[in-house]
């Protein structure tokens, strides 16, 4: 594949990727994978300059602007930072800055896994809050900002104006509580994809519920009062009454940074909050200004991108899943160990080629990591560690819900189930149609799916049509809940009713027909 036609394909996959993380909450690959997807397309770009465009992603922020909240103008641009992910690149951003400017100190923060929001205050009174948007424009979510406890309303210091900028997040333990109580939670992998997710909710009352928290990592303008570094703001802000960003440390030299970069590196799985890597910021203001930025990002900041913590475990069995289009995909059983923060059990083998590939049998020690800090994944087994007691294993020949044979895709590595009534396929593809990819039936999670057609409610998606029929039946067996869940259920069904075609077409589940490509279909 030729540059330029590689660079297109990239910017493509990225827009897409983009337009599922920012504006929809749902990223469908993790933060490691898209940040390698950008690093290849900015150095295509850099090494054929004559392909940059204005419209390419390395030029603009990634997300855009909801319809249905008020568009805001930044008054300072909202950038982004310049990631790297060696020691040696650190050691290279130093250099530079030495190079520049005379005895810079630098700041090193954690980098909190959040939303981005400009907080405004005008003479101490909280006037606006804002998101990122697309760095220019962002939305006006200050209704939903008054319901976060630990964002001031009011400041001791009346300044004309003040902006600050922070990131809203969502600890681990209310991330926890919240997909545990309410299976719409389900939808959203992380905290932060569910703090996003809420802060953008037309109804506050849900964020006040959510218990979303702060830190404020940066002071965007201040009126009246003047600043000479960038920790001397923190300070100030401190005394405001604002949560700053925690733990940071004023550093002088590249191995002083590194130390702490990897100290906090060690310990990131064990904070309450999600952070996706450590910021290195100049902290003097005039030097700041004299190292200037490009058109996309400062000169004087970088952020570092932590590899994927790995754990060494035990693979107890594999077991398979089948899912909505009959595909089987074998699922490792392991033994329990803490990863990222959390205990991993399982992790996905993909299919039987992987399992050869890797040469993973059961009982092997294998290498785990949650790519991304999301989802688990078998890096590769330890075949020195191997017992003797190993067995290989070999996806089945007959679907283990419903024995229908089972066969490889005649251009794939996928195993498929050959049933048409096989239970698992027709409970999954429920589930789809009503996801928020695709239907977006809000209250119809996996959970109360599977209960309804294991009682018989549900054969097929147009039995989720007629539930209406069995409200009482359904209030007094309490199947999915009491009487208001129920019946805000059945609200939504019926507002999904007024769904634009592509979102149907979408939850039919029709192969190689995603939701991309059912929004250009021609009807």
């Not at 855009?64 to 992910?85: A, G």
């Not at 922070?166 to 994809?193: A, C, H, L, W």
């Not at 802060?199 to 000479?228: H, M």
């Not at 909505?324 to 329990?336: C, K, Q, S, V």
Request: charged share 30%.
């Amino acid at each position: 594949m030729n540059a330029k036609k590689r660079i297109e394909e990239l910017r493509e996959i990225i827009e897409y990727h983009n337009e599922k993380y920012y504006d929809e909450e749902q990223p469908e690959i993790t933060d490691y994978e898209y940040d390698q997807l950008a690093r290849e397309l900015e150095e295509l770009e850099n090494k054929y300059p004559e392909y940059v465009t204005a419209d390419s992603p390395t030029q603009k922020v990634g997300g855009s602007v909801k319809r249905e909240l008020r568009k805001v103008e930044h008054d300072v641009p909202v950038i982004s930072l310049q990631n790297v992910f060696t020691k040696e690149e650190i050691y290279s951003f130093v250099n530079r800055v030495y190079s520049q400017v005379s005895n810079p100190k630098f700041v090193v923060e954690m980098k909190i896994d959040g939303l981005s929001v400009m907080l405004r205050y005008h003479n101490g009174k909280l006037t606006e809050g804002i998101t990122r948007g697309n760095g220019q424009v962002g939305e006006s979510v200050y209704e939903n900002i008054l319901e976060i406890k630990s964002i001031p309303k009011e400041i001791p210091t009346k300044l004309t104006y003040l902006e600050v900028r922070g990131e809203v997040y969502m600890s681990n333990e209310t991330f926890e509580r919240i997909i545990q109580k309410d299976t719409d939670g389900q939808k959203y992998k992380t905290p932060r994809n569910l703090a996003a997710g809420t802060l953008r909710q037309l109804d506050p009352s849900v964020v006040r519920e959510r218990n979303l928290d702060i830190f404020v990592f940066n002071l965007e303008i201040s009126e009246g009062k003047d600043f000479t570094s960038h920790s001397e703001t923190l300070e100030w802000l401190e005394k405001q009454g604002f949560t700053t960003v925690p733990e940071y440390k004023i550093c002088t030299t590249a191995d002083e940074i590194w130390r702490y970069v990897s100290e906090i590196g060690e310990k990131r799985s064990s904070l309450s909050f999600g952070i996706d890597g450590a910021v290195i910021k100049v902290d003097n203001l005039n030097d700041r200004r004299i190292l200037g930025m490009t058109s996309r990002v400062p000169k004087w900041a970088v952020a570092f991108k932590y590899p994927p913590e790995q754990k060494e475990t035990v693979i107890k069995d594999i077991k398979v899943q089948i899912g909505r289009t009959g595909r089987l995909t074998p699922l490792a059983h392991l033994e329990p160990v803490i990863l990222a923060g959390t205990e991993v059990s399982k992790a996905t083998l993909h299919n039987q080629d992987f399992i050869d590939s890797k040469d993973i049998q059961i009982g092997d020690t294998v290498v785990i990591q949650k790519a991304g800090d999301i989802i688990p994944e078998v890096v590769r087994s330890i075949p020195e560690k191997r017992p003797s007691s190993a067995v290989k294993y070999t996806i089945p020949q007959k679907c283990p819900i419903c024995n229908s044979p089972t066969v490889r895709d005649d251009n794939g590595a996928d195993i498929r189930c050959s049933g048409n009534e096989c239970f698992a396929q027709m409970i999954r593809g429920v589930i789809y149609f009503a996801s928020k990819d695709a239907m977006d039936i809000e209250g119809l999670g996996p959970s109360k799916v599977e209960s309804l057609m294991s009682e018989g409610y549900i054969r097929d998606i147009a039995d989720i049509y007629h539930l209406g029929e069995f409200r009482d039946e359904l209030i007094e067996k309490g199947i999915i809940g009491r009487e208001k869940s129920i019946d805000n259920l059945l609200n939504a069904i019926d507002k999904s009713k007024e769904n634009d075609l592509d979102q149907l077409i979408t939850g039919f589940g029709i192969k190689n027909v995603g939701k991309q490509t059912a929004r250009v279909f021609d009807f």
